[in-house]
């Protein structure tokens, strides 16, 4: 199994710890209060200036030290976060963190971290961290530490809370790597033998060829609504009807990002549309930064995404008789998403909003470190009724890193009930394929689901970041990754035969989908990084192992 097992572990917890600690800035504040019931006790702010400039611990820090058991080489690793400086725009930083989503992540981390009269710290916070980003000395820890106006109070006994939380993520995460191995591996044993060197190869191009994109520009009336759609077609088309697959692009994303995927796909016969969702798009996110919105997202994309899907077949079907010959079969559409596009595809594959289960998974009391509620919880802004997306003419759904597991929950996702491949990755941050996926596996209604898990994954696609984000990943000499190559060599190899069967009908493809597992295996050999994909045979363990991991850790069950 690929590096990066162990060596994580440590450096997140003192992560987190430092970053509890030192991210508390001081212009007026002399001490950091720390409370663990009935004890109280406090550390100089003198003492960790003195400490990161000469590297001196005085008997007031050592304090510190010794109740979280910091080693030598750990001091060292501590010193050096209190003086590395981060790259931070700090106006970008400053419009993020005004946002809703911004404000929420600091209001968790404000119930960590308090002021006088126990009070949220989240506007200490935000103030500290555009002051220093501001300051020409940039933003380090001890920065930072001079520019909060009061004195804070760590919170002892939620931080550890929260301490026992991430690292119970940490362990389910590595647990559950290899109960994807197991289950994968038992599943192999049972299905029918496959030669599939002998078959086609699913990752490589397909026999019919690709015509140059074609970008379609959409309007729809009843919503007021103007998006683009980037469409590919078979150079050569297929003998009979022709199949369609729609896939909707992740938060700040855009179809551009996924037109690899159109144009492999094309190749087999479909002709695949990539629609953009404004309001949750790349240019949105560049209106954020700009100074154009106030917001990462428009909450309305909870209710726009699936519509804007639906719209598109719509517009297919207009087009069909004149433009493909009335050629398109729109009875059995394939739809895929990413992220928040695969919330967006679960929506018309049925799945409905569980406004009772989001209220549950969004309240503050509920301290478990899962990213993507910042997202999910946005959606309880909108009118509590019944939304109705479900689109009859959807009848496949593969979603990659969905978004999914509070905003429809147990009941929500029952409602599901076409084909559908969910897939995750295993160094995934921001939908935790253990809390997005694992957990809401076992509750999807479809009698043929299918669950993929690559090794190494981590959401988003490394060969599209800008140069800043690919410096610090590269910086990071312990975290390896795989390649974008062979990452997309999982997902093609995936897509292709899984729309091939559910929407296209394609007998020739189903010893992929019969012998699933087994495909997985193949997809994954000599590979470091591997690819686990397992069955709704397998839904029932993993549920069973996810309520007995959290029940022997004293958290609360899955609901």
Not at 545 to 557: M, N, T
Request: charged share 20%; proline share 6%; aromatic share 10%.
């Amino acid at each position: 199994m690929a590096q990066l097992r162990s060596s994580w572990h440590r450096p997140l917890l003192l992560g987190l710890i430092s970053t509890l600690l030192t991210s508390l800035p001081v212009k007026a504040a002399e001490r950091i209060f720390i409370t663990f019931s009935p004890y109280h006790r406090s550390i100089r702010i003198a003492s960790l200036e003195r400490f990161a400039k000469e590297g001196v611990v005085d008997g007031n820090l050592q304090f510190y030290f010794n109740v979280v058991g910091v080693t030598e080489a750990e001091k060292k690793e501590y010193r050096n976060l209190l003086n590395t400086q981060a790259k931070i725009d700090p106006i970008q930083m400053s419009r993020f963190l005004n946002t809703e989503i911004g404000e929420a992540f600091l209001t968790q981390i404000g119930n960590l971290v308090t002021i006088p009269g126990g009070r949220n710290g989240k506007y200490a916070l935000r103030g500290a961290l555009i002051s220093a980003s501001l300051d020409p000395k940039g933003l380090t820890a001890i920065n930072f530490l001079r520019q909060l106006p009061t004195d804070v109070q760590l919170q002892g006994e939620r931080i550890l809370e929260r301490a026992k939380l991430v690292q119970a993520l940490i362990e389910a995460t590595e647990k559950f790597i290899g109960t994807m191995a197991t289950l994968s591996s038992a599943e192999a044993k049972t299905e029918p033998p496959v030669n599939f060197a002998q078959l086609p190869d699913p990752r490589q191009p397909g026999p019919y060829g690709v015509t140059p994109k074609e970008v379609w520009q959409l309007h729809d009336a009843s919503r007021d609504r103007h998006f683009y759609v980037d469409v590919f077609k078979p150079q050569r088309w297929k003998a009979g009807q022709t199949p369609v697959v729609i896939f909707s692009h992740g938060l700040a994303s855009r179809p551009e990002d996924f037109d690899s995927l159109g144009e492999h796909l094309a190749t087999y016969g479909f002709v695949v549309a990539l629609p953009q969702h404004p309001g949750s798009d790349y240019q949105q996110a560049q209106d954020l930064f700009n100074g154009l919105s106030r917001q990462v997202f428009e909450r309305n994309e909870f209710i726009d995404r699936p519509k804007d899907i639906s719209f598109v077949i719509d517009e297919l079907e207009r087009r069909n008789a004149g433009e493909f010959g009335g050629r398109l079969n729109l009875t059995s559409v394939g739809v895929g998403g990413h992220s928040f596009g695969g919330y967006g595809a679960m929506a018309v594959a049925g799945a409905e909003i569980d406004w009772q289960n989001l209220n549950r998974e969004c309240h503050p009391n509920n301290a478990f470190p899962n990213t993507a509620l910042l997202l999910q919880c946005r959606a309880l802004q909108l009118p509590q009724r019944n939304y109705d997306f479900r689109d009859p003419r959807v009848q496949a759904v593969a979603a990659v890193n969905p978004v999914n597991n509070a905003v429809f929950g147990r009941t929500g996702l029952g409602k599901v009930k076409v084909p559908i491949i969910i897939a995750g990755g295993s160094y995934d941050p921001a939908t935790p394929f253990v809390l997005e996926q694992v957990r809401s596996f076992p509750w999807l209604g479809s009698e043929t689901k299918y669950f993929a898990l690559a090794d190494g994954q981590a959401h988003v696609d490394f060969s599209q970041l800008d140069a800043g984000l690919s410096n610090l990943i590269d910086s990071m000499g312990d975290l390896t990754l795989p390649s974008p190559d062979l990452l997309h060599s999982y997902r093609n190899g995936i897509m292709v035969p899984f729309f091939k069967v559910f929407t296209a009908g394609d007998k020739s493809y189903e010893p992929f989908m019969k012998s699933s597992s087994s495909y997985g295996q193949y997809l994954s050999t000599g590979q470091d990084f591997k690819l686990y994909i397992v069955s709704g045979t397998s839904a029932p363990t993993l549920q069973q192992e996810l309520i007995d991991f959290a029940s022997a850790r004293g958290i609360q069950a899955p609901q």
